[in-house]
């Protein structure tokens, strides 16, 4: 999927796959841009049922990196520690 934010090109085909998600409770797909920007493929809550990672319906926003850090700590760890490095343990 393709799209233009901000004036600049967000390719999913062409960036990094950093994590994702398919369950009943949330659905996304992380990418990571060639250039370090993230991105997330979502889309709304009632189409979620339909979502597919083929053919990627939905629309990409935008992901500060400080909102990276908190939906990787929640949802995958191991993505986490793969982009930020490795966490110490309690």
Known sequence: MKQIIDGKLYD????KLVSKRNDEYIKYAIYKSKKGAYFA?????????????DSEPGF???VNTDFMRVILAM?????????FGEVEEA
């Open 75 to 83: 949802f995958d760890t191991d993505a986490y520690q793969k982009e």
């Open 12 to 15: 999913t085909k062409k960036s």
């Open 41 to 53: 493929l979502t889309q709304y809550p009632y189409d979620l049922p339909k979502m597919t990672y």
């Open 60 to 62: 990409l926003t935008l």
